[in-house]
C-alpha cells in the first residue's frame, strides 16, 4: 500500500485512537474522535524522548 513504507504491528486488541508524528524537534499528535483534535509540540528533549519510545515500541513488534 505505501511502496516506502514499513509496517509492523502490536499485540492484538490494541487499536489506539491517536497518530502521533516526530519530526526533527517537533511532535504532532492527533486524536481521532468526532471531532479530531491536533496538538504540536515544539520542544526537542520531548521529541527525543518519544522518538526513544518509538524505537523500543518498533523493535518489539511484529511484520
Known amino acids: 500500500k505505501y ?3 514499513e509496517v509492523k504491528y502490536t ?3 490494541f ?3 491517536t497518530e502521533t ?3 526533527n524537534d ?3 499528535i492527533i486524536v481521532w474522535t ?3 483534535l491536533g496538538v ?3 520542544q526537542k528533549e520531548a521529541a527525543e524522548s518519544y522518538d526513544k519510545f518509538f524505537q523500543l515500541m518498533w523493535k518489539t513488534a511484529t511484520h
Do not use: M, Y
Open 3 to 5: 511502496p516506502k513504507s
Open 11 to 13: 499485540k492484538a486488541g
Open 15 to 17: 487499536e489506539p485512537l
Open 21 to 23: 508524528i516526530i519530526r
Open 26 to 28: 517537533k511532535i504532532g
Open 34 to 36: 468526532d471531532k479530531p
Open 40 to 42: 504540536v509540540i515544539h
